[in-house]
T-cell receptor, first 108, second 115 residues
Framework: AQRVTQPEKLLSVFKGAPVELKCNYS??????LFWYVQYSRQRLQLLLR??SRESIKGFTADLNKGETSFHLKKPFAQEEDSAMYYC??????????FGTGTRLTVIP | EPEVTQTPSHQVTQMGQEVILRCVPI?????FYWYRQILGQKVEFLVS????????KSEIFDDQFSVERPDGSNFTLKIRSTKLEDSAMYFC?????????????FGDGTRLSIL
C-alpha cells in the first residue's frame, strides 16, 4: 500500500530564505507523485507532478528513488508561498494518498 | 479555467438523517473522486468512479455511502444515515484520464456538520 510521510507539520522561514518541505513515500511499483497546495480559503490545487519535471512558482521537486523522497524546494521563499502543502503519491487505483501536510509560513 | 464545483458549501444535518453532497466535475473529465478530511486529519480517499460505476473504494466507504451520476453533469455522494463521525470536509475531484500526467482537480469542498 502507498504511504507518505511529511515529517514537519509546521515550517516557518523568513522571506528570501530557502525552503524545503520534506516528503518520503513507500510504494510498490513505479511511483507517481504530486505536490498539492492549499492557500488560505482556497481549494486544493495541483502545484507539481514529478512526471513533468517542471518548476512552478519557483518550486521544484526531484524524485529520489534511492531515498524514496520527493522533497519540495524553493531557493527564495515569498510571503505568498504561505500555505498548506500536501505530498500525494498516486495509488494503483488512481487514488491519491495524501500526507498529513506541512503548513508553511513565510515571515516578512 | 474550468473548475469543479460543489454544493452546498456547508451542510448541517441531524444524526441519522440522509445527506446528499453534489459535485459538477469539469465537463470533459471522465474520472471522478470523493475524498474527505476530518478536522485536523489528512485528506483521505473515499471512492473513484468511471464509466458509471465505482472503480475503487476505501475501507471508509461502507454501505452507508453511495455515489451516483444521475445525469451528464452531476456526481453525488449520499450518506444514508449520518453519524457524528461523518462530520468532515468532503472534496470532489475529477480528472481527464488516469496516471501521473492526468492530475486530479479539486472542488472547494462541502463542510458537513452532523449534530
Amino acid at each position: 500500500a502507498q504511504r507518505v510521510t511529511q515529517p514537519e507539520k509546521l515550517l516557518s522561514v523568513f522571506k528570501g530564505a530557502p525552503v524545503e518541505l520534506k516528503c518520503n513515500y513507500s510504494y510498490s511499483g513505479s511511483p507517481e507523485l504530486f505536490w498539492y497546495v492549499q492557500y488560505s480559503r482556497q481549494r486544493l490545487q495541483l502545484l507539481l507532478r514529478h512526471i513533468s519535471r517542471e518548476s512552478i512558482k519557483g518550486f521544484t521537486a526531484d524524485l529520489n528513488k534511492g531515498e524514496t523522497s520527493f522533497h519540495l524546494k524553493k531557493p527564495f521563499a515569498q510571503e505568498e508561498d504561505s500555505a498548506m502543502y500536501y505530498c500525494a503519491p498516486l495509488g494503483g487505483a488512481n487514488n491519491l494518498f495524501f500526507g498529513t501536510g506541512t503548513r508553511l509560513t513565510v515571515i516578512p | 479555467e474550468p473548475e469543479v464545483t460543489q454544493t452546498p458549501s456547508h451542510q448541517v444535518t441531524q444524526m441519522g438523517q440522509e445527506v446528499i453532497l453534489r459535485c459538477v466535475p469539469i465537463s470533459n473529465h471522465l474520472y471522478f473522486y470523493w475524498y474527505r478530511q476530518i478536522l485536523g486529519q489528512k485528506v483521505e480517499f473515499l471512492v473513484s468512479f468511471y464509466n458509471n460505476e465505482i472503480s475503487e473504494k476505501s475501507e471508509i466507504f461502507d454501505d452507508q455511502f453511495s455515489v451516483e451520476r444521475p445525469d451528464g453533469s452531476n456526481f453525488t455522494l449520499k450518506i444514508r444515515s449520518t453519524k457524528l463521525e461523518d462530520s468532515a470536509m468532503y472534496f470532489c475531484a475529477s480528472s481527464e484520464g488516469q496516471g501521473g500526467d492526468q492530475p486530479q482537480h479539486f472542488g472547494d469542498g462541502t463542510r458537513l456538520s452532523i449534530l
